[in-house]
Nanobody, 124 residues
Framework: VQFVESGGGLVQAGGSLRLSCAVS????????IAWFRQAPGKEYEGVSC???????TVYADSVKDRFTISYVAKNTVYLQMNHLRPEDTAVYYC???????????????????WGKGTLVTVSS
């Protein structure tokens, strides 16, 4: 399974970025693709997830109403991040929960495959 993540960068508070994650090598049609993030010195945090079976989505409370996850093609998702805050600064990782019809609880052990991450820096 291979990941191509892009879209990270430096943005001022209040600005927007769009992350992209394209996953290849998945043999099941039903999967959930999620974004996690890890800020310096902090644990991984599940940010958002979308399931391939029905497009249902999950968001962390910290990003609800600011971030939007969507499918743009099979196994390719965008994470649109608006109204960014300095506390959103982190490495953002794309991850896959394999062969599931719904997004699992967003925790590290529930994901099977991980991308290498893309850095998002929000300046105040």
């Amino acid at each position: 399974v291979q990941f191509v993540e892009s879209g990270g960068g430096l943005v001022q508070a209040g600005g927007s970025l769009r992350l992209s994650c394209a996953v290849s090598g998945l043999t099941f049609d039903e999967n959930a693709i999620a974004w996690f993030r890890q800020a310096p010195g902090k644990e991984y945090e599940g940010v958002s997830c979308i399931s391939s079976s029905d497009g249902s989505t999950v968001y962390a409370d910290s990003v609800k109403d600011r971030f939007t996850i969507s499918y743009v093609a099979k196994n390719t998702v965008y994470l649109q991040m608006n109204h960014l805050r300095p506390e959103d600064t982190a490495v953002y990782y794309c991850a896959v929960s394999y062969g599931v019809s719904r997004c699992p609880y967003l925790s590290f052990p529930n994901m099977n495959y991980w991308g290498k991450g893309t850095l998002v820096t929000v300046s105040s």
